[in-house]
């Protein structure tokens, strides 16, 4: 490390190797990872983030920073990077700088913010189910969570972005982009909306004031419901045979089909479908609504119902009526249990339309394969409603027709089943999308990948057979414009990683 930058990082709490503390920050959520720079540093403000990237640039070294440490790829350790900003310490909510709305920095975490948004205002936000995930990433990705089909995506709220940009003379300084500007700030902003963390700067901050047939508080955000309808539904596999498997997730599907308007009680209710290996003996069902919009959970009920109606399977079910917060926390995919400590890999899909008989068959063999998948499943997500709101190229986040998201995961703990695990979880998603070339390409039941879940093999001819280019996949008609961003904010591409937007030509 130079003299300059052990100067600065003597100033922002250095971690280096060799202390008791390096082996943990080393590795993030998914271990498979390893970063191993010569610093962690850990910046208390804003200017603490500026001063370490002009401390790096200057130097020409490799800079990379984390929120939540919850990205499914190695996008903070590779390339080999000198210095990683720990952004743990950027954790305040407070009011926006002028006029309605909050103010929340980039290190803090999704159950921090819920909680400081509920307790102080009464207000809420569209934010994931993992409450440990941070706010830098989960932003600039777009973001969605349980209330999405009623709220939105995260990025629907966004106000303004504050981001440490480095220029073409490596001049490092804090830009303040807002939504109502135009010309190369518009971009910026936007870029945030969807664009993936890693790709123009270092986010240090970012407001949030929501549309106003959605702002219900003085803050200017959603307000909290006043309660939430909670079911847990366990079936056991025992009693699920294929043809019950094909039912659960043919109505799962044409539900969210019925039902996809905004506004409406239906489009309080989220569910999440864990079709779970079954070498786990169930597959689970997690449901909510809001009790403002679903007052007796009759509605919830509903759906629920219409899984299995008719049929000989029943779930084993339980739940009630929660406070807000704990209603949150119930839907919650916590950083526990078997995902801890764990190599994990995931893929993902948005689905316009059900899946096919031939597709739901190709999960269920997958499902019931011999396979050690403790923690191996693909989670079927609801969509649409208030998302569907907006066009394409509104937010860089494209996907605004989709009535379902998935997710495809596998975790494992030796390294030696690394291959085994991979896959597994390669060759159900790729027969599963054999039809359009191994990747859930834009067509009419199908709308591509999230980018809060990436996944390198789409950039591999191997694994993706078809002609559509990974970034296609994640930004559709929207790179273009995120490379104008980038050649403007990040001319240098000083922040770059294996999947960032590439500078392109002008």
């Known amino acids: 490390m130079s003299a ?7 100033q922002l709490n250095p971690v280096f190797s060799g202390d008791p503390r390096f082996a943990e920050l080393t590795h993030s959520d998914n271990q498979r990872f390893e970063v191993r720079p ?14 370490a990237i002009q401390s790096a640039v200057t130097a020409r070294l490799e800079v990379s920073c984390r929120s939540g440490g919850h990205c499914g ?52 936000l569209p934010l994931g189910a993992c409450m440990a995930v941070g706010m830098g990433g989960l932003v600039a990705g777009g973001g969605y969570g349980p209330l999405s089909r009623r709220l939105g995506l995260v990025a629907d709220h966004l106000s303004a972005v504050e981001v440490a940009v480095v220029d073409e003379n490596r001049t490092v300084r804090l830009v303040t982009a807002r939504s109502e500007d ?43 419901a006043a309660g939430v309808n909670v079911q847990k539904v366990l079936y056991p596999w025992a009693m699920v045979d294929e043809a019950g498997f094909c039912t659960l997730v043919r109505r799962f599907f044409a539900w969210h089909e019925r039902h ?50 008719g049929t000989n399977m029943s779930g084993i079910s339980r739940g009630g009526v929660m406070t807000f917060l704990t209603g ?36 269920h063999r997958h499902l019931t394969s011999p396979h050690p998948g403790q923690a191996s499943y693909v989670m079927l997500n609801s969509y649409g409603g ?56 834009s067509n009419a039941a199908t709308d591509g ?34 490379q104008r961003a980038k050649r403007t904010w990040d001319p240098l591409d000083i922040f770059h990683h294996s999947m960032s937007i590439d500078l392109g030509e002008a």
């Open 4 to 10: 300059g930058l052990a100067a600065l990082a003597a």
């Open 38 to 51: 010569d610093a962690f540093v850990f910046p208390n403000t804003a200017g603490d983030v500026v001063e």
């Open 73 to 124: 790829q190695d996008f903070v350790g590779s390339p080999r990077r000198d210095l990683v900003l720990d952004l743990c310490r950027l954790t305040d909510v407070t009011p926006a700088v002028s006029g309605p709305g909050v103010r929340v920095s980039s290190g803090a975490t999704v159950g921090h913010v819920q909680k400081a948004l509920f307790r102080q205002w009464g207000a809420t």
């Open 182 to 224: 135009d010309g190369d700030l518009g971009d910026l902003f936007w870029a945030h909306t969807g664009g993936g963390g890693g790709n123009f700067g270092v986010v240090t901050a970012y407001e949030f004031c929501s549309p106003e047939h959605l702002a219900a508080t003085e803050i200017g955000l959603p307000a909290a």
């Open 260 to 309: 996809q308007e905004a506004g409406t009680a239906e489009a309080s209710v989220f569910a999440t479908f864990f079709l779970r290996h079954s070498f786990t003996p169930f597959l689970e069902l997690m449901v909510q609504s809001d009790v403002d919009m679903d007052p007796d959970g009759s509605v919830l009920a509903a759906f629920v119902g219409s899984l299995t109606e």
């Open 328 to 363: 949150t926390r119930y839907m919650s995919q916590a950083d526990c249990g078997d995902v801890m400590g764990a190599r994990s890999a995931s893929k993902s899909a948005y689905h316009r339309a059900a899946a096919s008989t031939d597709q739901i068959a190709v999960l």
């Open 386 to 441: 208030e998302i569907n709101q907006r066009a394409r190229t509104a937010t860089a986040s494209p996907q605004r027709d989709s009535i379902a998201k998935s997710s495809w995961f596998t975790a494992w703990l030796d390294p030696g089943l690394d291959e085994l695990h991979l896959g597994w979880l390669r060759e159900l998603y790729e027969e599963f999308f054999a039809a359009t070339g191994g990747v859930p390409i």
């Open 449 to 482: 990948c999230y980018i809060n879940y990436p996944d390198l093999d789409t950039r591999d001819p191997q694994r993706n057979r078809s002609a559509t280019p990974w970034h296609e996949l994640y930004y559709g008609p929207n790179y273009a414009r995120l």
